[in-house]
């Protein structure tokens, strides 16, 4: 995922921690995209709306914030998963 920099509007993805909301606090490190690398991302906790109309990118965007917290409540203490959003950063033009 690129900074938003090189002409182009907007971040091309989202780095963000989900879980319960009584756990997100509990952690103590920040997120960094070097601990998100490719090689190790679970692919269930990466969600592409490349191509997707707002309606279509809120209910995929719903949909996978409840695979998510469930994962992450199955997971150790203190019940957080990492996931990203990918939504390019192209023209700023939804899809029709």
Not at 37 to 65: F, M, W
Request: proline fraction near 3%; charge should be neutral; aromatic fraction near 8%.
């Amino acid at each position: 995922c690129g900074d938003g920099l090189g002409g182009k509007a907007g971040k091309s993805c989202y780095a963000i921690q989900v879980g319960e909301v009584q756990y997100l606090y509990k952690t103590a490190r920040p997120y960094s995209m070097a601990s998100h690398s490719t090689s190790t991302r679970n692919p269930s906790s990466v969600l592409d709306l490349h191509g997707c109309t707002r309606e279509e990118a809120l209910a995929k965007l719903y949909e996978s914030l409840k695979v998510w917290v469930d994962l992450a409540m199955q997971g150790s203490y203190p019940f957080v998963q990492k996931a990203l959003i990918v939504c390019g950063c192209g023209d700023q033009v939804l899809s029709e």
